[in-house]
């Protein structure tokens, strides 16, 4: 492989919203701000379902594109499309980042695999698991890379944490960890925002779940010792919207017996996550406390019974969505169908899991969304 030029990906963004804007912003940056040279990004087109919002996102968001186009690695211009057909016909679109809201995930990715495209989606990538085994079938069968936009995953402050609680063992053993993400919206957002609107598949375990599912997940389904065991034991107590019946307070709890370890996880859209602590990962020789915000954290604590306490801090360039991005890269390059820090099959457990909090917690979707 010739190392002086990195392998471009060249990048189609369906949805002229707010994080388009934020991951389109990352794809500008110079990969070198983040020591990476061996991937860069091109951005060459934005669909919305305006033409003209297309149009003011590349004006406002990335007027050149990507970094590669202004780095001279790929001289395709941004063009603002609309309408997601025009887009999956382009043959030199290479992978499609959906940024719709949650209900749409399923309809624009089945579209774009169709028109053999591969995928990168923001998270929860599907509403439920079924149209989540749907999508990672069509990807199987067409041969083509299909991934959940869970972010989180990719940062280097989490494979640091990994290691010290699976590799180093700084903890001892893990028996428990708590982990919320919450934010203000009730009161302060329309009825009919995403965050709270039963048609665009709103509430708190669908928007703002699969941080703490993240932080269960990445800790304790990862952990060697639970030899990638789902969580046994599931359940899932949620407050629903009086007048949209989306959840706004949600606690779920996962067990992993193989550890004797338990998830305690919650999520709501009334009260924010307390600042100090996001995230709490306890063991037989101490912890780890991680400050919120869950989706983008910067540091953690680890402070052991016998009074040592160290702070690691990780700074993050950008916004942070790169490093999701670079791992795509490198999937294309090499020929990979998923990416093996964020697999199909995970994606498949983490909608199964949320179908029974949804169940318990007696979040019904409203008929106009698809089953
Ligand atoms: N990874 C992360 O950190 C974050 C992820 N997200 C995820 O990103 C997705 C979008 O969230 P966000 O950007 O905040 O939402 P926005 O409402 O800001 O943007 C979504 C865009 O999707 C398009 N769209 C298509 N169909 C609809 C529809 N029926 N109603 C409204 N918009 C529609 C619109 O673009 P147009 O008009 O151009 O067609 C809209 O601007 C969600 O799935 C959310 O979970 C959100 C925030 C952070
Ligand atoms: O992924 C997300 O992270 C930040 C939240 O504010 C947003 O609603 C959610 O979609």
Known sequence: ??????????????????????????????????????????????????????????????????????????????????????????????????????NDHYFSAKAALEAKKHVLCEKPSTINAGQMKELAALAQANGLFFMEAVWTRFFPLMYALQKDIHETKVLGDIHQVNADFSIKGVGRVPLTHRLLNPDLAGGAILDLGPYPLTWGLMTLFHHPDNKLSPPTAVSSSMQLHPETGVDIFTTVVLDFPKMTARANLTCNLVVESPADCTARIQGTKGEIIVPRPAPRPEKYIIRLDNGEETVKEFAIPGNGYH??????????????????????????????????????GGYEFPASLAQ
């Open 1 to 102: 492989m010739n190392t002086t030029t990195p392998f471009v990906v060249r990048w189609a963004i369906i949805g002229a919203g707010w994080i388009s804007e934020q991951f389109v912003h990352d794809l500008a940056m110079d990969p070198s701000t983040r020591d990476v040279k061996d991937v860069a990004h091109a951005v060459v087109a934005v669909d919305s379902r305006t033409k003209a919002k297309a149009e003011a996102f590349i004006r406002d968001y990335c007027p050149e594109g990507g970094f590669a186009q202004k780095a001279g690695y790929c001289d395709l211009p941004v063009e603002a499309v609309e309408g997601y057909d025009a887009v999956y016909a382009r043959e030199d679109v290479d992978c499609v980042y959906i940024g719709t809201p949650h």
């Open 323 to 360: 490093w999701e991005a670079d791992a795509v890269a490198r999937c294309l390059r090499d020929g990979l169908k998923e990416c093996e820090r964020m697999t199909v099959s995970e994606s498949i457990m983490s909608m199964e899991l949320m179908d029974e909090f949804r169940k318990q």
